[in-house]
């Protein structure tokens, strides 16, 4: 339980922490007045039963004269206002403490989920390649509100409800001490039992719950990623049986919890009742009077309905606890871990433009767990404004070569260089200056405007850059063909647009900032004779502006590339332009080859 407190005490930012103190003092004041409220009980009930005995209590003694000596009835009545005015001033400010615990748990969920998301976002490209995307939207979203709607939440209520229990049990102590003993032994003990026995099977449950809230996303996020193909072969009813099954195991663990969090209740109520009784008959038989008994008896029943759901509600929180266990470990570690999140090295270039040439030097790449290097001893050197292509058989490295290009991953060995300078670590100031088309260019469910001006606010987006990247990508007759312009919402995926039509607001998108290089990664394997001449057409436009890296294995598109490079088992084998490389290296021959036969057909 205490590793639990210090790990939400870790995760908490400076200004929760502070908030966190200030809401502890806030719970203690509202305990101190609970146990005033309690406190003013036995007084009122002292002269309900029996005014004579009033002169036993000094206190009350003290305050009868304080207020000029009225009746014993006129007394009654205003102790019993002075006790309504006690409940009421603490009930308002428990009401404004409630207000300011939701305020700061709430609050504090919106800022530490925009942070972990925002460490995600700069983790390293490497950490992304071996994290599933949907436990990490579960850990933004479900598992936030897992931690700060039960945990954080359950946590600051334990420290108010302890409060509470212990000023109203050091009440009863003072008033009548060997009752109150045995009480706190029978309930206390109750309460403590059923944590004991159930804590390792509610860690369970809530571990169960959390595995599966991530494979719920999962599995409904790849199914309408999928939904064509789902659609095409029939799959539906396979897709919704692997979901049934998931939400089957996410709902058992958590009805398990949620009963095992009902049980003190009943077991504290029968207990409470067994209690009184038999209390009542034990003080009898040992000689009390009705009065003392009715007076014992009352105040015990108001303690009761007091800290009953005081005690429910601690071991609720304690389950609460317990259970939100493994999502509190997976959070505390993304937001402490070094890999996550960590700041990108900034290499020795200040100014990153590409003014003369971008070198590599026998560099070599080896991914984690790997047994071989994915590229071993590549060197080239791209001029600016050439245009060059990388090509070979699948495997031979060419995706990995560009992801060193743009910065995503470092070289295991070797040297990456801009104008002869180093930029090992590549900065996101360096990367704003290449573009990047990928095979399949995802668009998201937005305008047509907020896909190609990527990442900014529609009121930073700059018309002019707008248009000319419009231009450049030949994508003018799209954006007219759609009825509101640039301003159409395109829908997640944009179905309303072809595949052509995509990867030319790919271009778009990666022509807005202005790169000093281009680079395409097959962006045109996948499509149509005619629509891979508009796409080439589009590149073709640009030769000369931009330095271009085209990755290809349909060579049409890089006859007209200054340099060729053949790649194979992570190495450049040769290199030259389209007739030189076709003329003299098999491999390449063999692909040219292909693509004739290809072409004739």
Request: proline share 2%.
């Given at each position: 339980m205490l590793l639990i407190f210090r790990q939400l005490w870790e995760i908490l930012d400076g200004l929760a922490r502070r908030q966190l103190v200030l809401l502890s003092v806030m719970l203690s004041l509202v305990a101190i007045l609970e146990a005033l409220g309690i406190g003013s009980i036995i007084p009122l009930l002292q002269i309900v039963t029996n005014g004579d005995r009033m002169s036993e209590s000094a206190f009350?003694?003290?305050?009868?004269?304080?207020?000029?000596?009225?009746?014993?009835?006129?007394?009654?009545?205003?102790?019993?206002l002075l006790t309504l005015g006690l409940f009421v001033g603490k009930n308002l400010f428990s009401l404004l403490v409630i207000a300011y615990q939701f305020r700061f748990v709430w609050d504090t969920r919106?800022?530490?989920?925009?942070?972990?998301?925002?460490?995600?976002?700069?983790?390293?490209?490497?950490?992304?390649?071996?994290q599933s995307s949907a436990k990490m939207q579960r850990n933004v979203t479900l598992s936030m509100d897992e931690i700060f709607g039960g945990m954080m939440?359950?946590?600051?209520?334990?420290?108010?409800?302890?409060?509470?229990?212990?000023?109203?049990?050091?009440?009863?102590?003072?008033?009548?001490?060997?009752?109150?003993?045995?009480?706190?032994?029978?309930?206390?003990?109750?309460?403590?039992?059923?944590?004991?026995?159930?804590?390792?099977?509610?860690?369970?449950?809530?571990?169960?719950?959390?595995?599966?809230?991530?494979?719920?996303?999962?599995?409904?996020?790849?199914?309408?990623?999928?939904?064509?193909?789902?659609?095409a072969g029939g799959?539906?009813?396979?897709?919704?049986?692997?979901?049934?099954?998931?939400?089957?195991?996410?709902?058992?663990?958590?009805?398990?919890y949620q009963f095992a969090t009902s049980l003190p209740r009943l077991m504290l109520e029968t207990l409470a009742i067994a209690v009184m009784l038999l209390g009542v008959v034990g003080l009898l038989l040992l000689g009390r009077s009705p009065g003392d008994v009715l007076v014992t008896l009352g105040l015990f029943g108001?303690?009761?309905?007091?800290?009953?759901?005081?005690?429910?509600?601690?071991?609720?929180?304690?389950?609460?606890?317990?259970?939100?266990?493994?999502?509190?470990?997976?959070?505390?570690?993304?937001l402490t871990a070094s890999e996550v999140g960590s700041a990108e090295r900034v290499g020795a270039t200040q100014d990153a433009h590409l003014t003369d040439a971008?070198?590599?030097?026998?560099?070599?790449?080896?991914?984690?767990?790997?047994?071989?290097?994915?590229?071993?001893?590549?060197g080239l050197t791209i001029r600016r404004g050439a245009s060059v292509a990388l090509v070979g058989p699948s495997g031979a490295g060419k995706t990995t070569l560009v992801d060193l290009l743009l910065g995503l991953i470092d070289p295991t060995q070797g040297d990456i260089l801009i104008d002869g300078r180093s930029v090992l670590g590549l900065s996101g100031r360096w990367r704003r200056n290449v573009g990047y088309v990928p095979q399949e260019v995802f668009l998201m469910d937005g305008t047509l405007r907020a896909n190609i001006a990527l990442g900014l606010a529609p009121e930073e987006v700059d018309e002019d850059r707008l248009a000319q990247?419009?231009?450049?990508?030949?994508?003018?007759?799209?954006?007219?063909?759609?009825?509101?312009?640039?301003?159409?919402?395109?829908?997640?995926?944009?179905?309303?647009l072809s595949g052509g039509q995509r990867q030319r607001v790919g271009i778009a998108r990666a022509l807005y900032h202005d790169p000093d290089i281009l680079i395409m990664d097959e962006a045109t394997s996948a499509l149509d004779a005619g629509t891979e001449d508009?796409?080439?057409?589009?590149?073709?436009?640009?030769?000369?502006?931009?330095?271009?890296?085209i990755v290809a294995h349909r060579l049409s598109t890089v006859k007209r590339c200054n340099v060729i490079h053949f790649m194979r088992d992570g190495r450049i084998e040769d290199s030259g332009d389209f007739g030189e490389l076709s003329a003299r290296h098999p491999g390449f021959a063999h692909m040219v080859k292909l693509m004739g036969l290809t072409d004739e057909q």
């Open positions: 009350l003694m003290t305050l009868h004269r304080w207020l000029g000596e009225p009746s014993t009835r006129d007394f009654t009545i205003i102790l019993a919106s800022r530490l989920a925009s942070k972990l998301y925002t460490r995600y976002l700069n983790s390293s490209y490497q950490f992304h390649m071996t939440l359950s946590s600051v209520l334990i420290s108010g409800e302890l409060v509470v229990i212990v000023g109203t049990l050091l009440v009863l102590l003072v008033v009548d001490p060997w009752p109150t003993l045995a009480v706190m032994v029978l309930f206390g003990g109750t309460t403590v039992a059923f944590y004991i026995g159930l804590r390792n099977r509610l860690s369970q449950w809530g571990g169960e719950h959390e595995h599966t809230n991530g494979e719920i996303i999962s599995n409904v996020s790849q199914a309408f990623r999928l939904i064509k193909d789902i659609k799959h539906e009813g396979y897709f919704a049986t692997v979901l049934k099954r998931v939400l089957v195991r996410n709902c058992m663990a958590r009805r398990r108001v303690v009761a309905f007091r800290l009953m759901p005081s005690l429910n509600r601690l071991a609720g929180y304690a389950s609460n606890l317990r259970v939100g266990r493994s999502a509190l470990l997976t959070i505390h570690s993304d971008l070198s590599l030097k026998d560099v070599h790449f080896r991914y984690a767990g790997a047994d071989q290097d994915a590229l071993s001893g590549v990247a419009i231009a450049l990508s030949q994508l003018g007759d799209v954006v007219s063909a759609l009825p509101a312009g640039l301003d159409t919402l395109l829908g997640e995926g944009a179905a309303n508009l796409i080439t057409r589009a590149i073709e436009s640009l030769h000369g502006d931009k330095t271009l890296i």
